[in-house]
């Protein structure tokens, strides 16, 4: 479902390593989601950057996982509403946070999400590259899943990640 949303087939290589910031949303990837062993080792380089300021990894997700535990900050969502918080934060991003159906008021009452948080996430994001939006297990489970994976993609874009050192790429 990720790569569709992008017009591709292949699912898209995070570069985990390079990411001074990493917001997930529901990819486990220290349990269950995709290849676990080469994420945590990626993650863990991530973790143990040798320059500067260690990078943030922030996890959403509406229960507390393994890799929510593990994050820097867990953001509680409320279930199936992980893609709005996506767009909301994007609206941020590209401006348009004042107006539709993802101005962060709106989205705040649908997923529990504060809109103080939605707007300093975002601020984190613009202010931290490379930074890079994560989406696996449990978003893409629901039956809106393409919908969620299609508003991850919209916030690497706001967030200039695809195709960029620390971002997502479908290169094969």
């Known amino acids: 479902a990720n790569a569709m949303a992008f ?41 143990q950057a040798a320059t500067g300021e260690r990078p943030k990894f922030v996890h959403v997700d509406a229960r507390l996982t393994q890799t929510a535990a593990n994050a820097d900050e867990f953001v509680a969502c409320k279930p199936g509403t992980e893609g709005l918080l996506a767009m909301a934060i994007a609206a941020v991003l590209n401006k348009t946070a004042d107006a539709g159906d993802y101005a962060p008021a709106m989205v705040a009452q649908k997923t529990g999400v504060a809109v103080e948080k939605i707007e300093r996430l975002a601020r984190e994001l613009a202010a931290n590259g490379p930074a890079v939006a994560i989406i696996g297990g449990a978003p893409l489970a629901h039956t809106n899943g393409l919908f969620h994976a299609h508003a991850v993609n919209t916030l690497n874009r706001a967030a200039n990640a695809v195709n960029q050192p620390g971002g997502l790429s479908f290169v094969p």
């Open 7 to 47: 017009g591709s087939h292949q699912v898209a290589t995070v570069d985990l390593e390079n990411a001074k910031y990493v917001l997930s949303f529901g990819a486990d990837f220290l349990g269950t989601w995709n290849s676990t062993v080469a994420q945590s080792v990626a993650y863990g380089r991530m973790r």
